[in-house]
């Protein structure tokens, strides 16, 4: 039962373009979603996050888009860099029993083309 | 500014042999979460710690499988008699205390297990 979902394995994108990575949920208890970066032989990296009472959040490139009634969010990279090109992993996390729970994607491997 | 240290980067072990993964989370974290991945696959939830204590265990197999964050010193993650399924990125996270969920995780940088 995947509660936090990338369906798409990977994504290429020209230097300089918009990349928009994709992440879709299916627990309304979800409050809080994050971003993470991660590069080869490396641990992720946070990148960029959003509460559920918010519908957007920037940060320089980064933006985050959450639509609540379709459980889904999005993240923008503009414009892509080459350095950009990682995995991408969507997290979602909730309170449950007065703990924290983080709920991780598969991932979505970003190449940006020089 | 040490972040989340995990050690060894690289581990082989033979089937049926012992794995001790280790984590020292950042200065000043208390909790500790520990995640696989498999090849292809993304991080997978296993065990959430504090100090001394076993918060979450949900995601931990119920045999040979074991954690634990003792009052000093690293957390420890335990794989008793491995077998090849249990090749592996073994990551760990770290956060601080903390009075609602928006708070981001810290990632080491992993333990590779591979087992011959």
């Known amino acids: 039962d995947q509660q936090v979902k990338q369906n798409s394995p990977s994504l290429s994108v020209q230097e300089g373009r918009i990349s928009i990575l994709n992440c879709d949920y299916t627990?309304?208890?979800?409050?809080?979603f994050l971003w993470y970066k991660k590069y080869p032989a490396e641990g992720p990296t946070f990148l960029i996050s959003i509460s559920s009472i918010k519908d957007k959040n920037e940060d320089g490139r980064f933006t985050v888009f959450l639509n609540k009634s379709a459980k889904h969010l999005s993240l923008h990279i503009v414009p892509s860099q080459p350095g950009d090109s990682a995995v991408y992993f969507c997290?979602?996390?909730?309170?449950?029993?007065?703990?924290?729970?983080?709920?991780f994607g598969t991932g979505t491997r970003l190449k940006v083309l020089a | 500014n040490a972040g989340v240290m995990q050690n060894p980067r690289h581990l082989v072990r033979r089937r049926g042999q012992e794995a001790r993964l280790r984590c020292s989370p950042m200065?000043?974290?208390?909790?500790v979460y520990w995640y696989r991945q498999l090849p292809e696959e993304g991080l997978k939830f296993m065990v959430y710690l504090q100090k001394e204590n076993i918060i979450d265990e949900s995601g931990m197999p119920k045999e040979r499988f074991s954690a634990e964050f003792p009052k000093e010193g690293p957390s420890i993650l335990r794989i008793q008699q491995v077998v090849r399924g249990d090749s592996a990125a073994y990551f760990c996270?770290?956060?601080?205390?903390?009075?609602?969920?928006?708070?981001?995780?810290?990632f080491g940088d992993g333990t590779r297990l591979s087992i011959l």
């Open positions: 200065k000043g974290h208390s909790h």
């Open positions: 997290a979602a996390s909730f309170t449950t029993s007065g703990t924290y729970k983080y709920i």
């Open positions: 627990n309304s208890m979800f409050d809080y």
């Open positions: 996270a770290s956060s601080p205390p903390r009075q609602n969920s928006n708070q981001p995780q810290h």
